[in-house]
């Protein structure tokens, strides 16, 4: 049996892994860059290995250094979790020559079906329906983009995740949006190579996991629908599919196999499929484990980890198809640090609150135990949340609470969003598709807001009461007392979302009392632990979650999240903000919307640009954002340059009328 596993990946799935290996009594080495020698799988890992570099060519895409820990570790085993060097034949070659094992497909799998554009012609050759496609060099392609059945999509042939991804709707969008797809393909998978195919609108998303040994067993743990996508990405799946009846089941499993033995695939491996027009057409073979994988996990009861390592260790697999059944239905969120207000903007700094509460159980796949910085180097998958019940709607109902009761504070996210969706009337009743929330964004947006507003407003104003009054110092005394900051009657100015609110708190014995535009509100607190408080508001009661970051208070309501600024903090950053205007002495000014690496700078000093102009491209969390003017002007100075790092709202470009 294998003994010890190098985990050449980071996050959940790193922390994933170590926890099979445990349960199989095997050692692990984590490891870890200079930005996370604090993360929570180096703990978890029997060893660690500090890996030096400060990019992903330099470390988590560096084969030979990986190798060297291996072997530094006396490793006799690496398993590779998904990205990065998982699906790159020539680190499963590296690792033979080295006599590591490679917890995945032989290399010679990994080329034929890792690759796009070879999976493809070998889906052909087996009978599977594909997409028309178009490959060739970057020219080659462009010179025929008159001949295209737009819409088309631009995809990374080595990739996956939806890097590189980009829909293209006319031949005069072809060039830049390929030109862009090579840019990301390189940074994520070190392979620029991008090929064009057909795009089908209103499609969904479905992939079938299968399983293979090195003695001709082929298995599959039936489909996952995964159709819920935003920036070619998934954010929510379930298994089994609520599209397919009984008999589409049984075709696309097949194909599936059949597809898998045609390859000799030795190994666990997903393949993935486009469903329209009622057929489903092959789009590519993911030939390791899936961010997605634990749904399948949860209604087949078949640890996955596990059966790619005794793969790996040349075991016959054990099971048959019909020992595989479909035991209830599981869906999976996944939590980015990202803002979906914003056209779901990454957001990394300083998470100073990660938790998920207890009275509500669910599978916890984390990157992060708690308190984190975020790094805008990787991509911004937080946690996912797994709930197994017996039918859709159970599944769906749960996790949805589940996730209006997770607190990540300090940093954008998307948890009510997903909460939202999985409450929404289309979700439920399955009338999604791939693009269903690029083409409802906007009401999407809206709901949200909606939602948002009829939270009563004293609430908010009730939990920075609390957190101002309750949080716990280090010597366990409150802020209150500590500070004096709240009196018997003390007079409060807070802002939230850019509203002004004052207020009075009067407390009396242990009753609290707060005074809003002319109200009397009597608050009588139920309960209260840590950062969880149960309020009586005028015979109602009402759940709020508080906390208290760097420069903000956080509260949290039926799953919104409100930041609120008190008077003190806003006055401090008013002068601070006039300082730096009249330091620069200009008319406006374009600052940083979030944490990144300036990929770009499309602009010199001196030109002329009007409102809307793309001044600067920031990649953050492997994604690049497009920063434009916010006024028609002239640039003045630019403040950064290209492959510098910059922080949230530090200056980029002045600008004069």
């Known amino acids: 049996m294998i003994s010890k596993i190098l985990i050449a990946n980071r996050g959940e799935i790193a922390r994933r892994i170590i926890r099979t290996a445990q349960k199989m009594g095997i050692v692990t080495v984590g490891i870890y860059t200079q930005d996370e020698q604090n993360a929570a799988w180096i703990h978890e890992s029997s060893e660690s290995a500090f890996l030096e570099g400060v990019d992903l060519k330099e470390t988590y895409l560096n084969s030979s250094k990986i190798i060297s820990l291996a072997k530094q570790f006396n490793c006799d085993a690496i398993h590779p979790g998904y990205g990065f060097l998982s699906e790159n034949p020539e680190f499963a070659k590296l690792c033979a020559l080295n006599h590591i094992a490679f917890i995945g497909p032989n290399a010679d799998v990994i080329e034929l079906m890792g690759n796009k554009l070879t999976a493809r012609k070998f889906a052909v050759e087996n009978g599977l329906p594909v997409p028309f496609g178009i490959e060739g060099t970057l020219e080659q392609i462009i010179n025929k983009a008159q001949e295209l059945p737009y819409p088309v999509i631009i995809k990374a042939s080595a990739g996956g995740g939806g890097k590189g991804m980009h829909i293209v709707y006319s031949a005069s969008e072809l060039s830049e ?126 640890d996955l980890v596990e059966q790619q390592i005794l793969i790996s260790n040349n075991h016959k697999i054990k099971l048959s198809q019909t020992d595989i059944k479909i035991n209830g239905w599981a869906v999976e969120a996944r939590i980015y640090a990202e803002n979906p207000e914003k056209g779901f903007q990454p957001s990394a700094g300083f998470m100073h609150m990660l938790q998920f509460q207890k009275s509500l159980p669910c599978r916890i796949e984390s990157t992060y135990c708690g308190a984190s910085d975020i790094s805008d180097s990787f991509d911004g998958l937080i946690s996912k949340l797994i709930v197994h019940k017996a039918n859709r709607q159970e599944a769906l109902s749960h996790l949805s609470n589940v996730l209006d009761e997770t607190l990540v504070h300090g940093v954008d996210s998307n948890t009510k969003f997903l909460s939202m969706l999985l409450r929404h009337p289309d979700v439920i009743s399955n009338r999604i598709h791939t693009k269903y929330l690029q083409q409802n964004m906007e009401t999407l947006k809206e709901e949200l807001k909606k939602h948002k507003d009829s939270i009563n407003s004293i609430l908010p104003i009730i939990g920075y009461v609390a957190c101002l ?34 207020f009075l708190v009067c407390i009396f014995n242990g009753r609290y009392e707060v005074i809003w535009e002319n109200y009397l509100f009597n608050i009588y607190i139920k309960y209260l632990n840590k950062n969880e408080i149960h309020v009586v508001i005028d015979k109602i009661e009402y759940k709020l979650f508080f906390s208290k970051g760097s420069d903000a208070f956080w509260v949290q309501i039926e799953g919104v999240l409100f930041k609120i600024k008190s008077q003190h903090e806003i006055d401090f950053a008013t002068i601070v903000k006039k300082q730096e205007e009249q330091l620069v002495g200009r008319n406006f000014n374009l600052v940083s919307p979030l944490h990144g690496k300036v990929a770009a700078v499309h602009v010199i000093a001196g030109q002329k640009v009007e409102q809307g102009t793309t001044i600067i491209t920031i990649e953050s969390m492997k994604t690049e954002n497009h920063i434009s003017s916010p006024s028609s002007g002239i640039v003045e100075k630019i403040w950064i340059e290209k492959s510098l790092s910059v922080k949230e709202n530090q200056l980029l470009v002045s600008f004069i009328n």
Not at 180 to 200: D, K, L, P
Not at 476 to 499: E, F, H, N, P, R
Request: aromatic residues 12%; charged residues 20%.
């Open 469 to 502: 009054n309750f949080a716990n110092t280090t010597k366990g005394a409150s802020i209150w007392k500590k500070t004096g900051s709240l009196s018997t009657v003390s007079k409060q100015t807070i802002i939230i979302d850019g509203i002004r609110y004052e």
């Open 177 to 302: 949006k390929m030109i862009a797809a090579q840019r990301e393909a390189f940074s994520w998978f070190g392979n620029g190579s991008v090929y064009v195919e057909q795009y089908f609108e209103n499609a969904r998303h479905i992939e079938v996991q299968v399983i293979g040994d090195n003695f001709g067993n082929y298995l599959h743990l039936f489909e996952r629908e995964c159709t819920l996508q935003r920036n070619y990405q998934k954010i929510i799946e379930e298994a089994p599919s609520p599209t397919l009846s009984d008999v589409q089941r049984v075709a696309i499993c097949t194909a599936a196999v059949q597809l898998a033995k045609a390859a000799n695939y030795n190994n666990v491996g997903t393949i993935e499929f486009l469903w329209a027009n009622g057929q489903f057409y092959f789009l590519e073979m993911n030939t390791r484990i899936q961010v997605e994988h634990p749904v399948t996990e949860m209604i087949t009861g078949i």
